[in-house]
């Protein structure tokens, strides 16, 4: 019998053939089974406390790989904060029968709660897109994946959103039995286009886990997934080639879920960027909706931010640029798109393949040769022309009338980019010059560094060069954070009120795009050796192309892309702004040294 002090709705009674005692926790009742295996609802020996445990299937127990991979997985997954989590307690990889002991949650499904009741209210499918981007931000701040988020693994509790069975989802799947190492497990729905790529050693990244998560929101907020289709295989099929549907999604989420939704892996926001915009999104009063009432969610999330903000590096997250050809298999089996599904992954070639996707077309050819003539000719003749002036005249003036701002610092050469295109020492008015507006800040020379002050939260740009520069660019520039929570502000191709700003802090770097007076994170590097105060680093960004490196005293902190269409000249801009996660203080003071930029 089950006790009759414990939840009873969610439990069934023990079968003749389970345990009754599993290591020190009595099993009570069962709450399920799947693929692993049966799930308890368990109380331990000396605790009150219930708790959930996960037993693994025998035929899996035997294989010992399976228990390294397990074990692995295990010690990984405990290190997740409990931010919108089920934590993980205890496990034993040794035991005859592996388990998992985690947090038990009394609450529905997310799958259960839009099955009986459909879709979810505005104010609560905030809540849960919150929850769910808290949950990730934690999951991913501690290195794992999740790997098999979906509805069903989302559970509605008391307080907050709860996500479950994170990072074991590598560990469960069989490496004998009826799953072959050819074959991946996956809930077809809620997977990424990726994860049907035929090369079996692409790499799942957190970028899975985020297209996971807008395929969730959509579900609870419509009641469909966004790719919904009769079957799985065309499901995959849709998630290869077509957009999502997404009309029945309000605003400003249905942009966000999009942007998760993003073909390629490269593109979409991190699980922090993701949390980032939610929480402070076009529209503050759906947050304070969602947020009302929920003190633990609130918590939960601003731990997130504070503690946990973790971004994986562009490079580390790179799909191809279209989507990944898909060999839809005869025998892919399944009932329904949220069916957990066996796809070979090396199968032969079905009688139709699916290829393409939503991606932008490759931009047309170029023809070469005749523009390559006169371009050489034309810098020939440039050159030449630079070398007699420069013979004629000695060396140039500064722009903008900035007497000696060539001589205000060293004009060594990068073995690799050449000449600087401007060089400043940034230790008295040159190409940067003292700025003052009352109430918002002030930029002035100090110690022989530019120093950036406010005395209130917020944002000062320093007056700078007016030089435009389209395309690539290379900025050096030592940089100094001087009070605590404040961050040095690069600004990068800026043109009137607009352009990517790069935030040095003492512990993140943030990527974001800055459109009059809203800017909106779009990465965040956490930097595993923080930034001490009153400390010169070496900041250089770089921008090749589409990306966007950034490095730190020569080593690289992460790379981004860059995919405003409409930023693609403009200034650099140097200033300082505030860490804005983290509570309001004053002053924010940051100084720079010694920049030289090249355009190339």
């Known amino acids: 019998m089950v006790d009759s002090t414990v939840p009873g709705d969610r439990t069934q009674r023990l079968r003749p053939h389970d345990p009754r005692m599993l290591g020190d926790y009595e099993l009570l009742g069962r709450l399920g089974e799947g693929g692993m295996g049966t799930v308890y609802l368990a109380r331990p020996r000396n605790g009150t406390a219930l708790v959930a445990v996960k037993v693994v299937r025998l035929d899996l127990a035997d294989d010992d790989e399976f228990r390294r991979r397990f074990r692995s997985e295990v010690q990984r997954a405990r290190q997740v904060p409990p931010f919108c989590t089920a934590e993980v307690l205890d496990a034993d990889p040794e035991h005859e029968q592996p388990y998992l002991v985690v947090e038990y949650v009394d609450g529905p499904t997310l799958a259960e709660v839009v099955e009986q009741r459909g879709p979810l209210t505005s104010a609560n499918l905030h809540s849960v897109a919150i929850g769910v981007a808290t949950a990730l931000t934690a999951i991913h701040g501690a290195g794992v994946i999740h790997r098999d988020l979906k509805p069903r693994n989302v559970l509605l509790a008391p307080g907050s959103p709860k996500v479950i069975d994170f990072g074991i989802a590598r560990a469960m799947t069989a490496t004998s039995g009826n799953t072959r190492p050819d074959q991946m497990v996956g809930t077809v729905a809620y997977m990424a286009p990726e994860r049907f790529d035929t090369d079996a050693d692409t790499p799942i990244t957190p970028a899975a886990d985020v297209f996971a998560w807008g395929s969730v929101v959509t579900y609870a907020g419509t009641g469909k997934t966004p790719f919904y289709a009769d079957s799985p295989a065309a499901t995959a099929a849709r998630i290869l080639t077509q957009p999502p549907r997404l009309h029945e999604l309000s605003r400003p989420l249905r942009g966000l879920v999009a942007h998760a939704l993003e073909k390629d892996p490269a593109n979409r926001p991190s699980a922090r960027e993701l949390l980032d915009l939610l929480i402070s999104g076009e529209r503050p009063a759906a947050t304070a909706a969602a947020l009302a009432d929920q003190p633990d969610l609130r918590a939960a999330a601003a731990e997130a931010q504070a503690v946990t903000g973790y971004a994986i590096p562009a490079k580390a997250m790179a799909g191809t640029a279209t989507a990944p050809t898909l060999n839809i298999p005869p025998g892919l089996v399944g009932y329904d798109e949220n069916s957990i599904v066996t796809v070979p992954i090396s199968s032969p070639p079905a009688e139709t393949e699916v290829t393409g996707g939503t991606e932008p077309p490759p931009r047309p050819g170029r023809r070469w040769l005749l523009p390559l003539t006169v371009s050489v000719l034309a810098a020939a003749l440039i050159a030449g022309l630079?070398?007699?002036?420069?013979?004629?005249?000695?060396?140039?003036?500064?722009?903008?009338?900035?007497?000696?701002?060539?001589?205000?610092?060293?004009?060594?050469?990068?073995p690799v980019l050449g000449r600087p295109m401007i060089t400043d020492a940034l230790d008295r008015e040159a190409y940067w010059k003292p700025s003052e507006q009352a109430g918002e800040g002030r930029c002035d020379f100090i110690d022989g560094r530019l120093t950036a002050h406010r005395d209130t939260d917020g944002l000062y740009?320093?007056?700078?060069?007016?030089?435009?520069?389209?395309?690539?660019?290379?900025?050096?520039?030592?940089?100094?954070?001087?009070?605590?929570?404040?961050?040095?502000?690069?600004?990068?191709?800026?043109?009137?009120?607009?352009?990517?700003?790069?935030?040095?802090?003492?512990?993140?770097?943030?990527?974001?795009?800055?459109?009059?007076?809203?800017?909106?994170?779009?990465?965040?590097?956490?930097?595993?050796?923080?930034?001490?105060?009153?400390?010169?680093?070496?900041?250089?960004?770089?921008?090749?192309?589409?990306?966007?490196?950034?490095?730190?005293?020569?080593t690289e902190i992460g790379s981004a892309r860059l995919t405003e269409p409409d930023l693609q000249t403009g200034k650099v801009v140097l200033g300082v702004f505030d860490e804005r996660e983290a509570p309001p203080t004053a002053p924010y003071q940051v100084s720079f040294g010694n920049l030289r930029i090249w355009d190339h």
């Not at 420069?390 to 060293?410: E, Y």
């Open 461 to 554: 740009k320093c007056r700078g060069p007016a030089d435009e520069i389209t395309g690539d660019v290379t900025v050096d520039v030592d940089t100094r954070v001087e009070t605590p929570l404040s961050c040095a502000g690069i600004w990068l191709r800026f043109l009137k009120t607009q352009g990517y700003l790069v935030r040095i802090c003492e512990r993140n770097v943030y990527l974001g795009v800055h459109r009059g007076d809203d800017v909106r994170p779009r990465r965040t590097f956490v930097l595993t050796d923080p930034i001490q105060l009153d400390t010169a680093v070496r900041i250089r960004l770089r921008i090749t192309g589409e990306t966007l490196t950034i490095s730190r005293d020569g």
């Open 386 to 414: 630079v070398i007699l002036g420069l013979v004629i005249r000695g060396p140039a003036a500064p722009r903008d009338g900035a007497a000696g701002a060539d001589d205000a610092a060293p004009t060594s050469d990068d």
